[in-house]
Nanobody
Framework: DVQLVESGGGLVRPGGSLRLSCSAS????????MTWVRQAPGKELEWVST????????YYSDSVQGRFTITRDNANNTLYLEMNSLKTEDTAVYYC??????????RGPGTQVTVSS
């Protein structure tokens, strides 16, 4: 079975940094595009970033461009999201997902990121 488990969330002050991880199992990780999405309280799911499998090209939403970095470690089946210069509006549950910004089918249980002073 496909399993995705996120970790690394927490409480951070505005301007701070966090690194999220997503451990993947149950499928050949290196063959799939991978994506981070988030959901803020009372809002819909929002696409954050995608890294492609074939060339590791990366894409970001306008709201995180220049502040977040998505990477992958195919040897260890792990996806990362480095988040810098965090803002209060980045507060959300962050999910990793198998797929890209156009289509993804699996999500992990999520990790809470709270940005607050």
């Amino acid at each position: 079975d496909v399993q995705l488990v996120e970790s690394g969330g927490g409480l951070v002050r505005p301007g701070g940094s966090l690194r999220l991880s997503c451990s993947a199992s149950g499928f050949i990780f290196r063959h799939y595009d991978m994506t981070w999405v988030r959901q803020a309280p009372g809002k819909e799911l929002e696409w954050v970033s995608t890294i492609y499998s074939r060339n590791s090209m990366t894409y970001y939403s306008d709201s995180v461009q220049g502040r977040f970095t998505i990477t992958r470690d195919n040897a260890n089946n792990t996806l990362y999201l480095e988040m810098n210069s965090l803002k209060t509006e980045d507060t959300a549950v962050y999910y990793c997902a198998r797929g890209n910004m156009y289509e993804y089918h699996y999500r992990g249980p999520g990790t809470q990121v709270t940005v607050s002073s």
